[in-house]
């Protein structure tokens, strides 16, 4: 999926908007109109429509106001976008009881952030390393702990929270695009390969490829599809894991006590 980055929003302007530390009020508009039913709406519209789609006219349309109203409230898109991802990280993390082992706790940062993506594919279109909101931190602070006291710098605690995050929103971003194809063709993986593999048959000898041949048969036989997102993500999960394993491992050594015997 091509990244977009829409314009962003006047910092002064998103961050008072972010912080709640004014909130405007239109005595014209419908009494439950406010920051937050239009965030809602228009959080929805990009799930439904994409982020190209978004509009302050087409949330206005949903909303049953004039366009003109919306700016009473929110300057304009990009403020409405810098507002719109801090409100997807306001639950990520609600309820639920927290993993006593820190790979396990890294784990389950890793797999909130993909299904954050999957619920809002529109999130991967978006540069979201600017603007600090209230959700946003409250997120940071809550996935610094998890490595938090196992021997880490400050700067390897940050770099193992972000290979996690980058980790997912990259697996994010292939089941995604495979969700996609399989909504414009019409077909899923498996159906479209078992229609179209014989074409391919006919230029591809197994002999010229054995090993292509061999593993992408076993993998065919094995998920019923060609790429299983959810086999993938959860692989590869367990092999950055791993190395932050080393990275624990490697500074438990350095301040083990010695035996000076």
Do not use: C
Request: aromatic share 8%.
């Amino acid at each position: 999926m091509p990244t977009q980055y829409p314009r962003s929003g006047d910092p002064a302007r998103s961050l008072a908007l972010l912080w709640r530390t004014q909130e405007p009020v239109s005595r014209r508009s419908k009494p439950d109109l406010s920051v937050d039913r239009i965030v809602a709406v228009a959080s929805e519209t990009a799930d439904t429509d994409g982020l190209a789609a978004l509009s302050m006219r087409k949330v206005a349309e949903r909303l049953g106001v004039g366009t003109m109203s919306l700016y009473t409230y929110v300057p304009g898109k990009g403020e409405l976008v810098d507002l719109m991802l801090d409100a997807a990280y306001a639950d990520l993390y609600e309820g639920g009881e927290r993993p006593g082992h820190w790979r396990d706790r890294l784990g389950a940062v890793a797999y909130a952030n993909w299904r954050l993506f999957l619920r809002h594919p529109w999130m991967l279109q978006t540069p979201r390393n600017r603007l600090l909101g209230p959700h946003l931190i409250a997120k940071y602070e809550y996935e610094l702990s998890a490595v938090d006291g196992l021997g880490l710098t400050d700067a390897e605690m940050d770099s193992t929270v972000s290979l996690v995050n980058s980790y997912a929103e990259g697996a994010a971003g292939q089941a995604v695009a495979a969700g996609e194809n399989e909504r414009s063709s019409g077909m899923t993986d498996g159906q479209w390969w078992r229609t179209h593999g014989p074409l391919l048959a006919a230029f591809v000898r197994d002999d010229d490829y054995p090993l292509a041949s061999r593993v992408g048969s076993a993998v065919g036989r094995e998920h019923q599809t060609a790429y299983a997102p959810e086999h993938e993500f959860a692989f590869g999960l367990e092999r950055v894991l791993d190395g932050v394993q080393v990275l624990v491992d490697s500074r438990s050594s350095r301040d083990a006590p010695r035996d000076r015997s």
